[in-house]
């Protein structure tokens, strides 16, 4: 009988091992869509990150669904282990739609139908997967960018060439052992080079005169700067967070699935936030965030708004250069059967030199036909005079339509990749300072190629219209075309 016990239990080890083994890579598919990914489009997973350690990449803006938050829920709350864990391979529990702002995941890897696996992918996924083992979560954006402005501008730039990185990730320092909280650190590093041009001093929106940024992946000229640097500490089994530091509030408020980055979504700056809303950074600040239950959400975020690029968050601070901002969200599982949808409601009060303003903004997204690939976006808001001198948009609206894959059963666009394509329309009011015209319109139309795991190419096409310091165009076409290294 003595012997009969070890060896029960090294059948059952034996088996799990091999279910391990067995599991499943997950990919999620723009957040909305997770399925098992085909053995043939795993191939640089399969070399880098065992599946049964996989914790699938989160999209901010969605909620996170339930079978990728069992991705990171580790043996000992399985097994209702007691105490605390130090720098854990597995995040503390977040809500829903909290996991999708604050959990990275640890997959870099993307399927795709040109190349499966290459060997920068497959370097890049071990490197991630051996910094998750010792709770540090990230991702790391690689691009250069190529931005051409048409008709030709007399005496000013017309073409550009600039690098655009960034790094952003979470590092769970400590959480209990049953996931109810736990303590990390959220940080931004950017950098950047602009070839022969200075972003201050001859970019394509200075060559236009435009109020928004047609460059909006625009890195150069600063060098390496960091925006957001943060401690944050979950708790209630993720229902509440709270952080404080240097914050990037655009990091956690004006989220939205169809349009919230540069890299992968509408490139100019109007579509990544709302550009009337006084989404700051690098300046020190408060944030709480609450989901009580799946499909209601809060944020509330305040700080200062007068801070120089990586320098002391401390020395300025003041009362009279400061932001409010508060934002309610609704998501719907199925809103009137057309699917998922989420929608927002954001308040402002700011003071800034020695005024006090305020303002109000709505961020919709809705997919359009249940289990459609097709999706609709806005952003709306209005701030008053003073509210304006923050961000010196006192109106805005953008729109757009967004196809993500798969939208076709064979070649580009038919897996959960990183292929898209995407039409915008913006229009933004100035606020009261000198301008040329009060009201400026855009056009965007952007594509995503996926061709690595790790790597796609985005052409994009813009016209803007009567750009605001212009005096002697009505129009502008921008093409930009930008390759980006996604880890």
């Known amino acids: 009988m003595r012997h009969i016990i070890p060896t029960a239990m090294m059948v059952a080890t034996a088996f799990t091992a091999a279910a391990q083994q067995d599991s499943p890579y997950l990919d999620t598919a723009f957040g909305r869509r997770p399925y098992h990914m085909e053995h043939r489009h795993t191939g640089s997973l399969r070399h880098a990150l065992p599946a049964h350690e996989q914790q699938p990449t989160r999209h901010r803006g969605i909620y996170t669904l339930p079978e990728v938050i069992e991705r990171s829920i580790s043996r000992a709350e399985k097994e209702f282990v007691s105490g605390w864990e130090f720098f854990p391979s597995t995040p503390q529990h977040f809500a829903p739609y909290l996991d999708s702002l604050f959990v990275p995941g640890n997959t870099c890897i993307q399927p795709g139908d040109i190349v499966m696996q290459d060997p920068l992918s497959t370097t890049a996924q071990l490197i991630k997967t051996r910094l998750s083992r010792i709770g540090i979560q990230y991702n790391l954006t690689l691009s250069a960018n190529y931005t051409g402005i048409h008709p030709r501008s007399r005496g000013g730039r017309n073409d550009f060439a600039s690098t655009n990185n960034s790094f952003s990730g979470t590092w769970f320092l400590m959480k209990k052992r049953d996931g109810s909280q736990g303590l990390f650190l959220s940080m931004e590093a950017d950098w950047g080079h602009g070839f022969n041009f200075n972003e201050n001093r001859g970019s394509a ?283």
């Not at 757009?400 to 959960?416: R, T, Y």
């Not at 913006?426 to 009261?432: F, I, K, M, Q, V």
Request: proline share 4%; with cysteine; net charge negative.
């Open 205 to 487: 929106q200075s060559t236009i005169g435009s109020l928004s940024n047609p460059q909006g992946s625009l890195r150069g000229g600063n060098g390496v700067y960091i925006p957001h640097l943060a401690l944050g500490y979950s708790a209630f089994n993720g229902k509440w967070v709270g952080m404080i530091g240097t914050i990037d509030t655009s990091s956690y408020l004006d989220q939205n699935i169809y349009s919230a980055s540069w890299n992968g979504n509408l490139t100019n700056s109007a579509f990544g936030s709302n550009p009337c809303l006084p989404l700051e950074w690098a300046n020190w600040g408060y944030l709480t965030a609450w989901q009580p239950c799946k499909n209601f959400y809060a944020i509330y975020a305040t700080t200062g708004c007068n801070n120089e690029i990586n320098h002391n968050p401390f020395k300025k601070i003041s009362s009279n250069a400061w932001v409010h901002l508060a934002e309610i969200g609704y998501i719907s599982d199925d809103f009137l059967g057309l699917g998922e949808g989420t929608y927002r409601f954001q308040y402002t009060i700011t003071r800034n030199e020695g005024e006090t303003g305020c303002g109000a903004a709505i961020n919709i997204q809705q997919q359009l036909g249940h289990g459609s690939p097709l999706g609709f976006f806005t952003r709306c808001g209005v701030m008053d005079t003073d509210a304006a001198t923050v961000s010196n948009v006192r109106a805005a609206a953008t729109a757009g339509l967004v196809l993500q894959a798969p939208f076709s059963s064979s070649g580009w666009g038919s897996h959960a990749n990183n292929d898209q394509i995407a039409l915008g329309f913006l229009w933004e009011r100035a606020a009261l300072s000198p301008h040329q015209h009060k009201d400026e319109y855009g056009l965007e139309l952007s594509a995503v190629v996926q061709i690595t795991p790790t790597f796609f190419l985005q052409p994009d096409l813009q016209y803007i219209i009567n750009p605001v310091q212009q005096t002697d165009r009505s129009g502008e076409f921008i093409f930009q075309l930008q390759g980006v290294l996604h880890f």
